[in-house]
């Protein structure tokens, strides 16, 4: 099993800014990416940000040059940092890995439950 405690969400005015962090628990072996899922209502869920173990990054281009993804492999936590959010930034953060859970296991994708961030005057 492997756990994921989320933080960080909540209302914030246009401009604001916000810090998600998740961390993972639980049966881990090794973690290859962890990152940052977003599902608005009425639109699929989509990429924000990756980051791999080697702490290689990925944004969408909607939130290049304003959200900033960090990673802490020593407690398997991934942070993100939101900047200048924006109304269109509202929508569940969901905490994404993909992980091996035993050294002998090929690699599975684990969610989180996910955390409200709204973005309104």
């Known amino acids: 099993q492997v756990q994921f405690v989320e933080s960080g969400g909540g209302l914030v005015q246009p401009g604001g800014s916000l810090r998600l962090s998740c961390a993972a628990s639980?049966?881990?072996?090794?973690?290859?990416?962890m990152g940052w899922y977003r599902q608005a209502p009425g639109k699929q869920r989509e990429l924000v940000a990756s980051?791999?173990?080697?702490?290689?990054?990925n944004y969408a281009d909607s939130v290049k040059g304003r959200f900033t993804i960090s990673r802490d492999n020593a407690i398997n936590t991934v942070y993100m940092e939101m900047n200048s959010l924006k109304p269109e930034d509202t929508a569940v953060y969901y905490c994404?890995?993909?992980?091996?859970?035993?050294?002998?296991?090929?690699?599975?994708?684990?969610w989180g439950k996910g955390t409200q961030v709204t973005v309104s005057s």
């Open positions: 639980g049966s881990i072996f090794k973690i290859l990416n």
């Open positions: 994404n890995a993909r992980l091996r859970p035993r050294a002998w296991s090929n690699a599975n994708t684990y």
């Open positions: 980051i791999t173990s080697e702490q290689s990054t």
